[in-house]
């Protein structure tokens, strides 16, 4: 069964660095998420992303992060200067259809956990 | 407001008895999802089950169902004959059609989630 993956599983990284995590989405999927979890809290969204361009952000998607998708396969998030409240695991998601296509589940990479020393 | 309110932060359950996780959402959409998600330890999310609020029956998945009371606008999840590989946190978390503006890019928005555990 085709899958969401991102890398890396773990990154650590000091204050103030940038990070980029990446994901590969399903091939044939157009609607892209992150989200994030701080441990064992809510899982909070980011930001979505659909036709190269971002479609819907969060308040704490702020200047600091940005997404891309450099080419057809890859979607990053990258966090510009990290904080020490950054350290959360990222998941990438992906859905084969959106806007009022509510019945399409999304499907979840098995996360990046970053910690921010 | 919440959206997407689970009121038990944890439950028990004895191994291969059934199990019922709450779940009440808020929404003025007349079209929406509703969708639970599993999360190991290992900290992956996997889908589980899904209802769409025009569906007449509940939905069913193997053991799990979901109990759909759509005018008291909950969407429980109920697991059957549970298993020591069930203990897991559970997430329930809402697709809506169409926001306020009139648009709607698909985004989940997840509710606090439940730890369950079950006992041998």
């Known amino acids: 069964e085709p899958e969401v993956t991102q890398t890396p599983s773990h990154q650590v990284t000091q204050m103030g660095q940038e990070v980029i995590l990446r994901c590969v989405p399903i091939?044939?999927?157009?609607?892209f998420y992150w989200y994030r979890q701080i441990l064992g809290q809510k899982v909070e969204f980011l930001v979505s992303?659909?036709?190269?361009?971002?479609?819907?952000k969060s308040e704490i998607f702020d200047d600091q992060f940005s997404v891309e998708r450099p080419d057809g396969s890859n979607f990053t998030l990258k966090i510009r200067s990290t904080k020490l409240e950054d350290s959360a695991m990222y998941f990438c998601?992906?859905?084969?259809?959106?806007?009022?296509?509510?019945?399409?589940?999304?499907?979840f990479g098995n996360g990046t956990r970053l910690t921010v020393t | 407001a919440q959206k997407i309110t689970q009121t038990q932060p944890g439950m028990f359950v004895q191994e291969k008895e059934a199990v019922t996780l709450d779940c009440t959402y808020d929404t003025s959409d007349p079209s929406y999802g509703l969708f639970w998600y599993k999360q190991p330890s290992s900290g992956e999310m996997i889908f589980l089950i899904y209802q769409g609020s025009y569906d007449q029956q509940n939905a069913t998945e193997g053991r799990y169902s979901l109990n759909f009371q759509k005018a008291r606008k909950s969407a429980n999840l109920v697991i059957s004959a549970s298993q020591l590989g069930d203990s897991a946190m559970y997430f329930c978390a809402m697709r809506e059609g169409w926001d306020a503006g009139g648009t709607s890019y698909g985004k989940l928005t997840f509710g606090q989630g439940t730890i369950l555990t079950v006992h041998p």
């Open positions: 091939s044939n999927h157009l609607y």
């Open positions: 992303f659909y036709n190269n361009e971002i479609s819907e």
């Open positions: 998601a992906s859905s084969e259809r959106g806007g009022g296509n509510y019945n399409s589940p999304l499907h």
